[in-house]
Every structure is written in C-alpha cells, then in structure tokens.
Nanobody, 121 residues
Framework: QVRLVESGGGLVQAGGSLRLSCEAS????????MNWYRQAPGKQRELVAS???????NYADSVKGRFTISRDNAKNTVYLQMNSLKPEDTAVYYC???????????????WGQGTQVTVSS
C-alpha cells in the first residue's frame, strides 16, 4: 500500500513564502508524475504543478514564476516552493502521485490527505 504524507502548510502574510513537502511510503517501484493540486472553498480542485521522472515541469498560469516544483527520487518526495504568495493562493493543497508498486504491477493514482495554506492580506 502506498501512503502519501504532506507537510509544510500554514498561515502566511501576502508576499511571504512556504515550502510544501509530500513523501510517499510503502511498496513503490516508480513514480511518474508527481503533482500538486489545490482546492479553494467553493471551487473545483485544480492542478497547480507537476514534474515527471525526467524533471519536466508544468505549472498553472496563475502560479508561473512564483512556485517551483522539485522532486527527490531517493526519498520519493516532491516539494512545492511557493513565493510571493497571494490571498488567492489560499486553499487545501494535495499531492498526487501516479505510482507503480512493483515492476510487474499496475500504475495507480495516490492522493495525500491535504495541507491547508492560508494567505492573509
């Protein structure tokens, strides 16, 4: 069983920074891609950033130039460095991995429990 645990959320003033982490544990042979999503109250969950095993990154237009996604394959961990935070970045942030538990297994999607990010104006 694959388990994702997020950390790093909190309350920050506008213009501040936070760094989120998401570590996977359990039976993992490969992870591709690693993603960060967010969901604000009353809104749909949206993709914020993704990173492939080849370190190809993709960002939502709303966070380009402010957020940076990175991964540590040895630790099965993905990070989201968030700078110049805005009140509209307030949301619950979730990591999602597409993982292969064993070499001969099946790719599945796994979600973290979410971490709250609140940006005050």
């Amino acid at each position: 069983q694959v388990r994702l645990v997020e950390s790093g959320g909190g309350l920050v003033q506008a213009g501040g920074s936070l760094r989120l982490s998401c570590e996977a544990s359990g039976n993992i042979f490969s992870i591709n891609p690693m993603n960060w999503y967010r969901q604000a109250p009353g809104k749909q969950r949206e993709l914020v950033a993704s990173i492939t095993s080849g370190d190809i990154t993709n960002y939502a237009d709303s966070v380009k130039g402010r957020f940076t996604i990175s991964r540590d394959n040895a630790k099965n961990t993905v990070y989201l460095q968030m700078n110049s935070l805005k009140p509209e970045d307030t949301a619950v942030y979730y990591c999602k991995f597409r993982a292969l538990p064993t070499r001969w297994g099946i790719w599945n999607d796994y979600w973290g429990q979410g971490t709250q990010v609140t940006v005050s104006s």
